[in-house]
């Protein structure tokens, strides 16, 4: 059965706004690109969260369905749905999962992995996915180095991305608060 995944999410958080951007590549068994026009990253809970996921297909949707489920339970707190979400992982109540997202709100930003972690990037930038380290590198540089909005380096981070990882395209999806 071929495995469906490949992809970078970008997320930045500046100026009192947060902007998580996601490619558009979906990549079957490393060798194929099986759709190029993917949305992975989304608003959930009236409008309120945004996330991004990447990760195996079915386990990133089943981890962002999950989280959305934690999201609805404590009434948009986000640190509690993703604190309680990690939960089920730590007491084995879940299978493990091989995907991560990142999400936020208007006051947090968290990296949740499918296997029970919940981090809160120091310095308002995080990536996530297969060219997440380049997307992190150039969110980093572009933070310190110039003006641009935190929509503008998202973008800009995954493009950057797009031209060195062969399972991230510049088909982007951004989400702001």
């Known amino acids: 059965m071929a495995e469906f995944m490949g992809t970078t999410i970008c997320a930045v958080k500046r100026n009192g706004h947060t902007a998580i951007a996601g490619d558009g590549q979906v990549t079957m068994s490393q060798s ?9 990253v989304r608003r959930i809970y009236n409008g309120k969260v945004i996330f991004g996921f ?10 962002s369905e999950r989280f959305e489920e934690m999201l609805n339970k404590y009434s948009g707190n986000l640190m509690r749905s993703a604190v309680e979400l990690a939960e089920l992982w730590r ?3 879940a299978r493990k999962l091989e995907a991560m997202m990142i999400t936020a709100d208007k006051d947090s930003l968290l990296i949740v992995s499918g296997t029970g972690e919940v981090i809160e990037p120091e310095d308002g930038v995080c990536a996530i996915g297969s060219g997440g380290n380049y997307a992190l590198a150039a969110a980093r540089a572009l933070c310190q ?11 800009k981070s995954l493009k950057i991305a797009s031209e060195i990882c ?4 510049d088909s982007i999806t951004c989400e702001v608060l």
């Open 145 to 155: 180095e110039t003006d641009y909005s935190a929509e503008e380096i998202a973008k």
């Open 91 to 93: 007491t084995d109540k």
């Open 32 to 40: 194929i690109i099986f759709k190029n026009n993917a949305v992975k």
């Open 166 to 169: 062969v399972f991230t395209n």
């Open 54 to 63: 990447a990760g195996s297909v079915a386990d990133a949707f089943t981890l």
